[in-house]
């Protein structure tokens, strides 16, 4: 339609793409693989990219070391200076980004501006944080010397994203490195490398008109073979990788055996406690938001709802009111709350989960339908599913990334509540509604919810970039965005000054030559 080409037009997004950008530089075109792009939304091809070789790669890791020698003596406010200019291009560009963010991903349009909020956000972040880079210092145990710890930057942050937040998670990332000092290689995923390329063209005007060298910010547009080589390449300091816990623990495995860092953002099972002394209206919007926003493609979604007893029945009834009348459709339509899932074989998984959750002894409430007919075309749209189900189910414990909302009903205290929360092998995000203080206490607690992430009275998704993003057990332990996340962007040196003319040993040793 008019309306995408324009999107395009604006973003620089050709009907071919190269396979990969040092920043100023677009390469690799002739003689590659293509990827041909189609929307999931209306199965339209959107464009094509080639696809990076390892020689591609290997370019691209000799260029961003080569960028690294200049952009670390960059002092700090400056490289924030580049950050708050990459920040007012996406301002200008918020609403064709948003766009396209939802034509390619089939998040719905609310949404795709929310992800490009997110990443302006980030940048401001970024900007304040370019002149706070704090490390402590320390009194020395020695008369006339002092200690200090400086934060230098590490060298080249591989980010491997996934297409759930096709861009938002890797400007988190790459605005962070880039006050740090750190150059950048971004694999984004090979559903939606679109956006990818639509950013990289905004930083190349800022690296332009700044005269910046090339290899400062890069992309490669590749799958898991170039993930891999990402992985075991020891000229990459940090692999930043969000997505599967099976491709985290790939990703974590090698990056550990040579020693490197990784920062593993992976699958949650995230789960909303309502006890009987919730504000149910509340609850409703949150839980409803949390489940069937992004289709239930967020790290976040809400998957769980472990309901009270009591206000068990009553809470089931008016999510039946709610869920069959939700607008399913394209994420483009302003009326639309369901945009479709990214493909059909995430289609198909969501279909195999509630077979198998049925089996197992769960009822389907509602929902689970894949459409057809006008609109639907594509395969791609189903009809958001509720589920009576225990916790200790197989299809419960696991992360389906689709809209299945599991209700699980709890007994007596809420500490049994949290027993059930906590008892799967995931701990990104959490949260509990109730008024009564000593519930929510007692779930923020050290013997409350295990997760990064625990609200109170709001949902679990849709997390500020202010706080540090992240969690425990199979999601990886990584914190990325806000508070003092960006110390893994960086490395940490302990120095220790002598203004005496004397050298005394520390711990008192005596060694007199
Ligand atoms: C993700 O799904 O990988 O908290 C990121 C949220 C968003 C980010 C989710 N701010 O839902």
């Known amino acids: 339609t008019k309306e995408i080409t324009d999107v395009l037009q604006q973003l620089g997004v050709k009907e071919t793409n190269p396979a990969y950008s040092t920043g100023l530089v677009w390469g690799g075109q002739e003689g590659r693989q293509t990827r041909t792009i189609t929307s999931p939304a209306d199965g339209n091809t ?27 003596k960059v002092t700090s406010p400056k ?11 996406l301002r200008q560009h918020k609403e064709a980004l948003g766009k396209l963010v939802s034509y390619e991903m089939g998040k719905i349009y609310q949404e795709g501006l929310g992800e490009v909020q997110e990443m302006i956000d980030i940048c401001d972040f970024a900007v304040g944080l370019s002149r706070q880079l704090h490390g402590y210092t320390m009194h020395s145990e020695r008369p006339q010397h002092r200690m200090y710890e400086q934060y230098h930057p590490l060298g080249i942050v591989g980010v491997i994203s996934a297409f759930n937040f096709p861009v938002a998670v890797w400007s988190w ?10 150059v950048v290689i971004w694999k984004p995923s090979e559903k939606t490398p679109l956006t990818g390329i639509a950013c990289q063209h905004i930083l190349r005007e800022v690296l332009a ?17 170039i993930g891999s080589l990402m992985s075991h390449d020891k000229r990459i300091p940090l692999v930043s990788a969000t997505g599967s816990t099976r491709m985290g623990k790939k990703v974590g495995e090698a990056v ?30 949150a839980i409803v938001f949390g489940a069937v926003g992004t289709c239930g493609q967020r790290c976040t979604s809400t998957r769980r709802l472990i309901i009270h007893e009591n206000v068990y029945e009553q809470v089931k009834e008016r999510l039946l009111k709610i869920y069959p009348n939700l607008p399913i459709g394209h ?14 074989e995430a289609v198909q998984a969501f279909t195999a989960a509630l077979e198998n959750v049925q089996q197992e002894g769960g009822t389907l409430l509602t929902g689970g339908e894949v459409l057809s007919g006008d609109g639907y075309e594509t395969g791609t749209y189903v009809k958001p ?19 299945i909302l599991y209700l699980i009903k709890y007994k007596g205290d809420v500490e049994n509540a949290i027993e059930l929360q906590n008892g799967v092998r995931q701990g990104l995000s959490s949260s509990i509604f109730s008024t009564n203080l000593l519930e929510t206490e007692a779930f923020l607690s050290h013997w409350g919810s295990d997760c990064g992430i625990a609200n109170v009275n709001i949902g679990t998704s849709g997390a500020e970039i202010g706080g540090a993003f992240g969690g425990e057990k199979d999601t990886g332990g990584g914190r990325e965005s806000g508070s003092d996340a960006w110390r893994v962007y960086m490395r940490r040196q302990t120095n220790t000054i002598n203004y005496s003319r004397e050298l005394p040993l520390a711990q008192g040793i005596r060694f007199d030559i």
Do not use: H
């Open 331 to 344: 994420p483009l339509d302003s009326t639309t709350l369901v945009g479709p899932l990214i493909d059909k």
């Open 385 to 403: 599913a509720i589920v009576e189900a225990q916790n200790q189910y197989e299809m419960v414990q696991e992360e389906t990334f689709a809209p």
């Open 173 to 182: 990332n790459t605005m962070l490195a880039a006050v740090c000092g750190d």
């Open 46 to 72: 959107i464009a094509t990219v080639s696809m990076a070789t390892p020689e591609d790669y290997e370019k691209v890791v000799q260029t961003a070391q080569e960028a690294f020698k200049s952009w670390r």
């Open 79 to 89: 490289r924030g200076e580049i950050v708050r200019q990459i920040g007012d291009k």
């Open 209 to 225: 008109e700044n005269e910046l060298p090339e290899g400062i910010f890069n992309l490669v547009i590749g799958d898991a073979e």
């Open 256 to 285: 550990g055996a040579r020693l490197g860092k990784s920062l593993l953002e992976l699958g949650g099972n995230n789960a909303i406690i309502l006890t009987e002394n919730a504000d149910l209206e509340m609850a409703l919007r």
